[in-house]
Antibody, heavy 120, light 106 residues
Framework: EVQLLESGGGLVQPGESLRLSCAASGFTFSSYAMTWVRQAPGKGLEWVSTISGSGGSAYYADSVKGRFTFSRDNSKNTLFLQMNSLRAEDTAVYYC?????????????WGKGTTVTVSS | EIVMTQSPATLSVSPGERATLSCRASQGVSSNLAWYQQKPGQAPRLLIYDASTRATGIPARFSGSGSGTEFTLTMSSLQSEDSAVYYCQQYNNWLTFGGGTKVDIK
C-alpha cells in the first residue's frame, strides 16, 4: 500500500525556521516527483513546491521562493521541506503528495498533513 | 500564472440528483486538468486526471469533460458521502488550483 506520512509541524514565531519531513512507502520512491501542497485555515489548496525523482530539480511557488528548500533522500524514501523566515501567512496544513509522473503534474496519493502555525 | 476559477462556490443538491461543477482557466491548459475531492478533516483525493480519466477506484458516476479553458465535473446519483469540497487543478504550466466548490447533499 502506498503511504505518505508527514511530520515536523508545530508552532513557531515569525522569522523562525522549521523542517518538515515526509516518509514514503509502497512505491519506487525515486521514480516519481513529489509535491508539497498547503492549505491555510478555512482556505483552498495552494501548491508550494515539487521536486523531481532524482532530486536534481525543484520548483517553487513565488510565495515561498527563496525561503523554502525542498530536498529528498532517496536512500531513505524521505522528503524534507526546510522553511526559513516563516511568516504568519505560512500558517497552514502542509500535505506531501506523490506526483503521477516525474515532473509537475497531478497528485495521485496524499499524506494526512502536518500543521504549521506561525504566530507570536 | 494561470488562474483557475470554479463555479458555483457552493451547491446544495438532494440525494439521487445530479450536480455539475465548472472550472475555467485564464488561458488554455489543453487537457492537463485534475479534479480532487476533499472531505472535512481529510486530505484531498484524486478523482479525475487528464480532464476525463477517472482515477483508480473512483465510481463511474463521477465524470469529467472539457479541454482548453472550460472544464466540467459531473456527479450523478449523488449520495450523502459525496458532501465535500471539490477542487480543479491545472498542470499545463506550473500548478494552480481553483478556489473550490462546496457540495452539500441534503
Amino acid at each position: 500500500e502506498v503511504q505518505l506520512l508527514e511530520s515536523g509541524g508545530g508552532l513557531v514565531q515569525p522569522g523562525e525556521s522549521l523542517r518538515l519531513s515526509c516518509a514514503a512507502s509502497g512505491f519506487t520512491f525515486s521514480s516519481y516527483a513529489m509535491t508539497w501542497v498547503r492549505q491555510a485555515p478555512g482556505k483552498g489548496l495552494e501548491w508550494v513546491s515539487t521536486i523531481s525523482g532524482s532530486g536534481g530539480s525543484a520548483y517553487y511557488a513565488d510565495s515561498v521562493k527563496g525561503r523554502f528548500t525542498f530536498s529528498r533522500d532517496n536512500s531513505k524514501n524521505t522528503l524534507f521541506l526546510q522553511m526559513n523566515s516563516l511568516r504568519a501567512e505560512d500558517t497552514a496544513v502542509y500535505y506531501c503528495a506523490k506526483t503521477y509522473y516525474d515532473t509537475l503534474g497531478y497528485m495521485d496519493v496524499w499524506g494526512k498533513g502536518t500543521t504549521v502555525t506561525v504566530s507570536s | 500564472e494561470i488562474v483557475m476559477t470554479q463555479s458555483p462556490a457552493t451547491l446544495s443538491v438532494s440525494p439521487g440528483e445530479r450536480a455539475t461543477l465548472s472550472c475555467r482557466a485564464s488561458q488554455g491548459v489543453s487537457s492537463n486538468l485534475a479534479w480532487y475531492q476533499q472531505k472535512p478533516g481529510q486530505a484531498p483525493r484524486l478523482l479525475i486526471y487528464d480532464a476525463s480519466t477517472r482515477a483508480t477506484g473512483i465510481p463511474a458516476r463521477f465524470s469529467g469533460s472539457g479541454s482548453g479553458t472550460e472544464f466540467t465535473l459531473t456527479m450523478s446519483s449523488l449520495q450523502s458521502e459525496d458532501s465535500a469540497v471539490y477542487y480543479c487543478q491545472q498542470y499545463n504550466n506550473w500548478l494552480t488550483f481553483g478556489g473550490g466548490t462546496k457540495v452539500d447533499i441534503k
